[in-house]
């Protein structure tokens, strides 16, 4: 087994994951309403600005962010697919959306190399609470000042941040439409078994074995890929953090128990289970992805998210929706000037 461990100074890395097509011009639009205000909603709107928050300030412990590499042929989970790019790769839906195949027709095996990022604050203790980000390195220095911040003014706890990449590509047929919009615990075994041991190893932390000290955060399919770490493993995951969810039929290859991919969640799984222990806190914004199409397309970001706050609030989970006014997918703007309440929010009431 391979191993690399650096220290990783000044990294800032911006690229996002790609976005799914942008819908088709020509067919009768559907403008998603903002949604009502209560309790658990929050309409924002421009201009947004950084949170202060993203200050760095010299008089706080500064925490390290640590990198380490690992390679598909390590993975008895996800030993590695590749989109095979074609006809069927190339098809949309009248909507602009890939379509969903039979793996067999749409991935074939292919080698990825997965890169971890680790944040460790100065105040870190055994068996420390954690967060999960997904497509860590477009985040994980963009949280780092955060977090030193907060827990030097203990309003979040001395959290480690774990934040994998995706094993590449995006959607259907590619290896980080695989992990990230596939409804079942197989991704939240992935991370216990084969990520978290190698956080361990690599950096000599301890992390905690409570599921209330286990956060999982996520944008866009990270953001949905969050969501279903914690609906399948509640044993493990109790703090869920969401911007732009990908709630929507994105899962490939298709499933007859969720047809309609991440939809599901707020239109069948969600209503009929039992309320699990779980802590939500969802964003999505005004213009996200296909914002003016039909509900019958199943891929309408800001329905999609509007209905995920529906179904929670409907089952008494403790959440919270913020709905961002000219909100994009993903966007950045509203990362930064949220994500500190964010935090704060998703943990109240831990006690470590």
Request: net charge neutral; hydrophobic share 40%.
């Amino acid at each position: 087994m391979k191993t690399k461990l650096t220290i990783v100074a000044g990294l800032f890395i911006a690229a996002l994951p790609a976005l799914a097509q942008p819908a088709a011009p020509n067919l009768p639009k559907f403008p998603t309403p903002a949604p009502a205000l209560n309790a658990e909603t929050t309409v924002i709107r421009p201009p947004y600005a950084d949170a202060p928050e993203y200050q760095v300030n010299p008089s706080v412990p500064q925490g390290e962010v640590h990198d380490f590499i690992m390679y598909s042929e390590d993975s008895k989970i996800y030993p590695g697919i590749v989109r095979i790019e074609g006809d069927l790769a190339a098809k949309r839906d009248p909507y602009g959306n890939r379509m969903p195949w039979p793996a067999e027709q749409l991935s074939k095996p292919g080698r990825y190399e997965r890169h971890v990022y680790v944040y460790i604050p100065k105040q870190v203790k055994p068996n420390a609470p954690f967060i999960v980000v997904q497509d860590g390195h477009s985040y994980i220095n963009r949280m780092a000042p955060v977090l030193d911040n907060m827990i030097a003014a203990h309003r979040v706890p001395a959290m480690i941040v774990v934040a994998p990449d995706s094993g590449g590509s995006d959607a259907q047929g590619s290896q980080r439409g695989l992990e990230y919009d596939t409804l079942s615990g197989r991704y939240a075994d992935f991370i216990e078994t084969e990520v978290l041991p190698r956080v361990s190893e690599a950096t000599g932390v301890a992390l905690t074995d409570n599921p209330d000290g286990r956060a999982t955060m996520g944008v866009s399919s990270g953001a949905a890929c969050a969501f279903t770490m914690a609906w399948f493993r509640p044993d493990r995951w109790r703090r869920v953090l969401c911007y732009s969810g990908t709630f929507v039929n994105q899962a490939s290859p298709p499933n007859p128990e969720s047809p309609r991919g991440a939809w599901e969640y707020h239109a069948t799984l969600i209503p009929a289970a039992p309320r699990k222990r779980l802590r939500v806190w969802l964003e999505v914004g005004e213009k996200d992805l296909h914002h003016d199409d039909p509900e019958e397309s199943w891929h309408n970001w800001p329905l999609a998210n509007q209905r995920m706050a529906q179904a929670l609030a409907a089952k008494g989970y403790d959440h919270r929706f913020t709905f961002s006014l000219g909100g994009r997918h993903g966007d950045l703007r509203v990362l930064q000037a949220t994500l500190p309440s964010a935090l704060a929010w998703l943990w109240e009431g831990y006690r470590g």
